[in-house]
T-cell receptor, first 112, second 116 residues
Framework: DAKTTQPPSMDCAEGRAANLPCNHSTISGNEYVYWYRQIHSQGPQYIIHGLKNNETNEMASLIITEDRKSSTLILPHATLRDTAVYYCIVRPATDSNYQLIWGAGTKLIIKP | SAVISQKPSRDICQRGTSLTIQCQVD?????MFWYRQQPGQSLTLIATANQGSEATYESGFVIDKFPISRPNLTFSTLTVSNMSPEDSSIYLC?????????????FGPGTRLTVT
């Protein structure tokens, strides 16, 4: 079973910030939080990952709570092309043979 | 990041036949994986393709049904053998890096297989 829980779907208006929550209450101290997305008919795409501190890259920001039991992926100015299924995954930092466990993800629909 | 290509991108096959899917990466990678994604579902790992040794299969997947080759650090194949309509899925190749971690997994575009 996936170690994360996410809402099954969300809507967001184009141009607004999309905030996608993820609960990972059983996360261990050495586990990172990873986010991927899958646009329809494409392979999943890596977005961002983090351990404790908030992270930002050209695609998104990742906010991790102080207790690390939940996180939020922020797409600051959502566009129609951001419509996709977003997956939140936790995995150990140093285990290269760790199987990613994919939950159902959140289907994000960006509306004009 | 790694650039991954898969061939074929899609195929329609008759039951009882076999299809081999190719995965090519533009750089040498240690870890290569094969996933299946059934319609409307999330991803399920089939196996880890190990260079120079047999693949490591997940529960519910066997070598006779899904033989895998990994002749070098940039290429792998997955064969779907003796196909039935239940094998209709998207098959995805992925790689992982950098070697030093923390790890990011990159995916190919997928192969959409329909078995009639």
């Amino acid at each position: 079973d996936a170690k994360t829980t996410q809402p099954p779907s969300m809507d967001c208006a184009e141009g607004r910030a999309a905030n996608l929550p993820c609960n990972h209450s059983t996360i261990s101290g050495n586990e990172y939080v990873y986010w991927y997305r899958q646009i329809h008919s494409q392979g999943p795409q890596y977005i961002i990952h983090g351990l404790k501190n908030n992270e930002t890259n050209e695609m998104a920001s990742l906010i991790i709570t102080e207790d690390r039991k939940s996180s939020t992926l922020i797409l600051p100015h959502a566009t129609l092309r951001d419509t996709a299924v977003y997956y939140c995954i936790v995995r150990p930092a140093t285990d290269s043979n760790y199987q990613l466990i994919w939950g159902a993800g959140t289907k994000l629909i960006i509306k004009p | 990041s790694a650039v991954i290509s898969q061939k074929p991108s899609r195929d329609i096959c008759q039951r009882g036949t076999s299809l081999t899917i190719q995965c090519q990466v533009d750089s040498q990678v240690t870890m290569m994986f094969w996933y299946r994604q059934q319609p409307g579902q999330s991803l399920t790992l089939i196996a880890t393709a190990n260079q120079g040794s047999e693949a490591t299969y997940e529960s519910g997947f066997v070598i006779d049904k899904f033989p895998i080759s990994r002749p070098n650090l940039t290429f792998s194949t997955l064969t779907v053998s003796n196909m039935s309509p239940e094998d209709s899925s998207i098959y995805l190749c992925s790689v992982e890096g950098p070697v030093s971690g923390p790890y990011e997994q990159y995916f190919g575009p997928g192969t959409r297989l329909t078995v009639t």
